[in-house]
């Protein structure tokens, strides 16, 4: 194992360094939608609990008025009569203990994060009061931090509830992409939840109701069929009785199921309303613009945060982690911003919220905050990791303390520096701005350089600065296509979703997916349209890819570097031309079984979406099998073997389900093939770019 670099540290005096326009805010006014979310909590605090134990009540009083008032079954009835007469005797107390059973269930102890203390990090709790004084809300009582893409505020337990102790996480991965009036807004947002006293009790409350209704409601069904099992060996009157248990436990579970939804619906609500309240606190402190641009920043640290996971699950079989999974988060987070256009769609923003959505859409609460006429009191630029005494060390440690929670025994594993952990899997920082040199952010395998060694040795010998305009003349005049490429891309597989659950018969929200109606006629015209706008793009884009392939042509012509090194690069360009098409439909055809593997419905035998189902992985598995044949070449990160063979070495050693198997290994070999494809790319991208920078500085 690695040690950690000793790194230092510095100190930041926050009266002395950040300006703040004033010393306290005022306060906005309460909405009416805000008001009326507290009060359906309030509503579903008292009625809730009613419900709940009032079915218990109505269990205690119909044994009670069974054994009483039905004597006739014993008097008349014969055996038969005793066994009707015997079964609520057995049904109802077990209904009681399914009911209480959550009052005996000892709960699960879970790690605290990494506390920072004064001592160890002055600044940032200076800055942290000074927000909440700002804000006139209660100072947090503990501050912890993790690795989670966000910050959160959060009652400290019961007895939190009653002194309003409340503590504040900071996810680690925010603070290295934020500036410091970023931040700001990002911390007051959530001293904003602090500041709303009543609300935090109240959705405490009510989530911890939700919680302990769900712990009866989903409890494993091998509890009931336990309980079943043991009546059930009486013979045929024990089976009797075993079917009227069941039955009861049933409805029983039945009913809760729906006073669970609806006390979640009621407590949504509430908290949608609430992050808006919150979210003007933010605002007030670093504007509104400043809000847009952390909203974005939230949605890219996502992203960047589950990459940076799958990679570190992929490395920890090998024996690797990252030594700060921090900085991977950050350059994985600057990657999904590159690439924000290929993948984000904006239609989702636009949709209303649903009945459980906690949080509003991020256009929602922009177009909320705008409302609002807002003059920042926090203005630095400067990057948020500065408030800390140490923000390398802090991460490293905190990267650490999550592997051992994770059970990982770290000691087993070299702890790798970013560039060396990225090597053969993701481009390293310097990989990214190199390609993006010469590529923009329209680098993909479904489009694919189209450049050759023969086009390397034919480059004619046209000036640097020449080549240079050319391909910034092109890259602007062609940005409308590119974007309307892009958005035809996202738009088809959209569609192809859709289209994917009418065909399984599986219930959606046709506006999820930008439809009227789940129809049929209405997707398939919107598919030509997709169609039709994708090849009006593709032809215009043909001016930028001519104007790339002459400029890396120039620049690869030129270069010092022995073109050995980057000749099986150049070799295998034109075998990803030739299978662009069967990648982008096999990840057309992944991302729509994932679809189907969501529903419920998918796993019931004979039905037509389990059919569906199978029809895809067969399918998928094909497309597997030609993808794999079609790339007898080497690998340009692992020279000791061909493409095909690093796919199959990728491949999941797990025995899942076939559906679920298929699943695994598409995921596996797109994210190889694409993983190869941007190695090959960069190894070009780098070599050009050593050269053009030479040229341009003589």
Same mark, same amino acid.
């Given at each position: 194992m690695q040690t950690a670099p000793d790194l230092p540290s510095h100190s930041f005096d926050v009266d002395k360094e950040v300006r703040f326009a004033c010393s306290e805010m005022s306060s906005h006014p309460i909405s009416l939608a805000y008001r009326a979310g507290l009060i359906g909590v309030l509503l579903g605090l008292v009625a809730l609990p009613l419900i709940y134990?009032?079915?218990?009540?109505?269990? /205690?009083?119909? &044994?009670?008025?069974?054994?009483?008032?039905?004597?006739?079954?014993?008097?008349?009835?014969?055996?038969?009569?005793?066994?009707?007469?015997?079964? *609520?005797?057995? /049904?109802?107390?077990?209904l009681i203990w399914f009911m209480l059973r959550p009052f005996f269930i000892k709960r699960a102890k879970v790690a605290l994060p990494h506390e920072i203390k004064p001592a160890d990090e002055p600044a940032i709790l200076e800055f942290v009061e000074r927000i909440c004084d700002l804000l006139r809300a209660p100072r947090p009582k503990h501050i912890y931090v993790d690795l989670q893409p966000n910050a959160g505020a959060s009652v400290n337990g019961v007895r939190g509830l009653l002194r309003r102790e409340l503590n504040l996480?900071?996810?680690?991965?925010?603070?290295?992409?934020?500036?410091?009036? !970023?931040?700001? %807004?990002?911390?007051?947002?959530?001293?904003?939840?602090?500041? !709303?006293?009543?609300? &935090?009790?109240?959705?405490? %409350?009510?989530?911890?109701?939700?919680?302990?209704?769900? !712990?009866?409601?989903?409890? *494993?069904?091998?509890?009931?069929?336990?309980?079943?099992?043991s009546v059930g060996r009486g013979g045929l009157y024990g089976f009797v009785i075993a079917l009227a248990l069941r039955i009861a436990l049933w409805l029983t579970r039945r009913l809760l199921h729906a006073v669970l939804l609806l006390s979640h619906a009621i407590s949504c609500y509430s908290l949608r309303q609430m992050e808006h309240d919150a979210d003007l606190y933010g605002a007030k402190v670093a504007g509104t613009n400043a809000f847009a641009t952390v909203s974005k920043k939230l949605r890219w640290v996502d992203d960047g945060c589950s990459r940076a996971m799958q990679l570190v699950e992929r490395a920890a079989s090998e024996g690797r982690c990252p030594a700060n999974l921090v900085e991977l988060i950050d350059a994985r987070a600057d990657a999904a911003r590159d690439y924000d256009v290929w993948r984000y769609d904006?239609?989702?923003?636009?949709?209303?919220?649903?009945?459980?959505?906690?949080?509003?859409? *991020?256009?929602?609460?922009?177009?909320?905050? +705008?409302?609002?006429?807002?003059?920042? /009191? /926090?203005?630095?630029?400067?990057?948020?990791?500065?408030?800390?005494?140490?923000?390398?060390?802090?991460?490293?440690?905190?990267?650490?303390?999550?592997?051992?929670?994770?059970?990982?025994?770290?000691? +087993?594993?070299?702890? !790798?520096? %970013?560039?060396?952990?990225?090597n053969g899997e993701v481009l390293n920082p310097g990989q990214r701005v190199a390609v993006k040199r010469f590529l923009a952010n329209r680098a993909a395998v479904e489009r694919p350089v189209s450049l050759t060694a023969a086009d390397v040795a034919n480059a004619n010998g046209m000036e640097t600065d020449r080549l240079l305009r050319d391909w910034n003349l092109a890259h602007e005049q062609t940005e409308d296509a590119f974007i309307s490429f892009a958005r035809a891309r996202s738009r088809r597989l959209q569609l192809l979703r859709a289209q994917a659950l009418i065909d399984a018969r599986i219930r959606f929200n046709p506006r999820q997916f930008g439809l009227r109606a789940c129809s049929r006629t209405e997707l398939a015209d919107k598919l030509r349209q997709v169609a039709s706008a994708s090849l009006d793009a593709q032809e215009k884009l043909l001016v930028f890819d001519a104007a790339t392939r002459r400029r890396l042509a120039h620049a690869l012509k030129l270069s010092k570097q022995n073109p050995f090194s980057f000749s099986h690069c150049l070799a295998l360009l034109p075998a990803f031309e030739k299978i662009a098409p069967l990648y982008a439909q096999t990840y057309e055809s992944f991302v729509c079984l994932g679809d189907l593997l969501a529903s419920n419905r998918s796993y019931r035998p004979k039905t037509r979406a389990h059919r569906k189902m199978l029809e895809r992985s067969d399918s998928l598995k094909t497309d597997l099998r030609l993808l794999a044949s079609r790339l007898q070449l080497q690998d340009p990160a692992h020279p000791d073997m061909t493409i095909t063979d690093r796919l199959a070495s990728r491949l999941p050693s797990t025995k899942l389900p076939f559906s679920q198997q298929i699943f695994l290994e598409a995921r596996e070999c797109l994210t190889c093939l694409s993983s190869t494809y941007f190695q090959c790319l960069a190894r070009l991208c780098t070599a050009a770019a050593e050269s053009e920078s030479s040229k341009l500085a003589s």
């Open positions: 134990f009032g079915l218990v009540a109505a269990i /205690v009083y119909g &044994m009670y008025f069974h054994f009483v008032h039905d004597l006739a079954f014993l008097e008349a009835g014969g055996f038969w009569g005793f066994v009707v007469y015997l079964a *609520p005797a057995i /049904v109802g107390p077990a996480t900071i996810g680690l991965p925010l603070v290295s992409v934020l500036s410091v009036s !970023q931040f700001g %807004l990002v911390l007051a947002h959530e001293f904003g939840h602090f500041a !709303q006293g009543a609300g &935090m009790r109240l959705s405490f %409350l009510i989530r911890e109701f939700n919680e302990w209704i769900a !712990q009866i409601a989903f409890q *494993p069904d091998i509890i009931e069929q336990k309980v079943a099992d904006e239609s989702a923003d636009r949709l209303s919220d649903g009945w459980f959505d906690t949080h509003p859409s *991020p256009a929602k609460r922009i177009a909320y905050v +705008n409302k609002f006429s807002t003059t920042p /009191v /926090v203005v630095d630029d400067r990057p948020a990791a500065l408030l800390f005494a140490s923000f390398d060390r802090l991460a490293r440690e905190t990267t650490i303390a999550f592997y051992r929670e994770n059970g990982l025994a770290i000691e +087993n594993f070299a702890l !790798q520096e %970013l560039d060396a952990f990225c």
